[in-house]
């Protein structure tokens, strides 16, 4: 957007009634039979807001005062989330949230998919607050500040936020921002930080740094300090994600228990995990609740990352498959299953985007097939879990609108029925729905 259409938005704020919130938790309202999206803006309030941007089909802004206020709506428990971008919802009252996430899945499935659940699932929900075991944070050395900001980025996604502590990342690391702040200022290549990415498992922590510029020695061992004095590990990526390496402690490993079923899964900092532990411990349960495998049954579980699902399906079933694109997740998968005595799964690399009719595993039938891809969605393999033979598939979802679309194909191309679906809460106070949905067929 150039100078010139800037300079036409109007200084005074617009009043806007709002009908809906969009799927990124903005407020929708309209202006002379356009839209307009309101950062900070609910549904059924009257407010005044201030444009900030003008496109051909809908209009920006940000909400500068409510005068009618939404009975959903609360104080939000972080001081600076007007300006963070971490979070979308803290506005709105928990349950509210629940609410509104269900209602996109119901309105995806309906508009997109042309589909129905014969039943909704009672929304999964935890704890809303401390959640984040994984995160990836900005860091910017601002001069005016005379400091290092670590953190997500501002609403608008230009700067990186100035806050003191985070309420919904892990307890390792929700007061550590200025710690993590003091170190990178610390630095001799402070200002080639451009980001600091954090894992936490249920035995420690550990943080990424992302850095442009090669470390000096004395860097090397201001981190190795700090890691001691906080117990962090430390890890190191100078080029691209093949290059992370541990700096310090000498050895590290990261693991979290699903302990329903006596599984402990190790991973790496970057590995892929469902990012709240306690809402994937619910999600487990659900996907073993509506998959059912019996003694007899083989399951296949695409998109199966370190074993997350596989291993606890095979506490169930005769024979659990794994298959995913990441060789090094694959590798995981296969440590996690030795780990666990887990000697009935098996895992395969396979790029699920491209054709798999040459693999070992596309020949065996299978009784069920579980689904957790990417936000992209699973399109190009539905017909891999059509001519599979399984008469039950349960699809795990992060993005509605792909889980919505890939329905629409099961029903209609597969002949599947859509049997159930629901949310879950995975990223409390952010507008991110998680969903599970389950598919029979005679």
Known sequence: MGRRQRRRLPPEPVSVAISDLAHDGRGVGRIDDKAVFVHGALPGEVVNARLIARNRRYDEAICTEVV???????????????????????????????????????????????????????????????YRRRARLSARQVAGKGRVLVGFREKQGRFVADVGHCRVLHPDFSQRLESLSKLLGR???????????????????AI???????????????????????????????????????????????????EALDLTLDFHPQDFVQVNAQMNQKLVAR???????GPSDRVLDLFCGLGNFSLALARYADTVVGVEGSASLIDAARANAVGNGVENALFFVDNLSEDVSSTPWFKMSFDSVLI?????????ILPVVAASGARRVVYVSCNPATLARDAGVLVREHGFSLVSAGIADMFPHTAHVESIALFERP
Not at 372 to 380: F, K, T
């Open 287 to 293: 996907a073993i609740e509506l998959l059912a495998p």
């Open 372 to 380: 957790d891809p990417p936000r992209s969605g699973a399109l190009e």
């Open 208 to 258: 990424v740094i992302r850095h442009l510029r090669p470390l000096e020695p004395a860097d090397l061992m201001v981190l190795k300090e700090w890691s001691e004095a906080e117990g962090i590990a430390v890890y190191l990526q100078p080029k691209g994600p093949d290059t992370v390496h541990l700096l310090w402690p000498e050895q590290h490993q990261l693991d979290y228990r699903i």
């Open 68 to 130: 009618e206020v939404s009975a959903e709506r609360i104080e939000p428990a972080c001081p600076w989330f007007e300006q963070c971008g971490g979070c979308a919802l803290q506005h709105l009252d928990h349950d509210a949230q629940i609410r509104f996430k269900h209602k996109r899945l119901v309105d995806n499935l309906c508009r997109i998919g042309e589909v129905s659940p014969r039943e909704w699932l009672e929304p999964l929900a935890g704890d809303a607050w401390f």
């Open 187 to 205: 630095l001799s290549v402070a200002d080639a930080v451009p980001q600091i990415e954090t894992a936490s498992g249920d035995n420690g922590s």
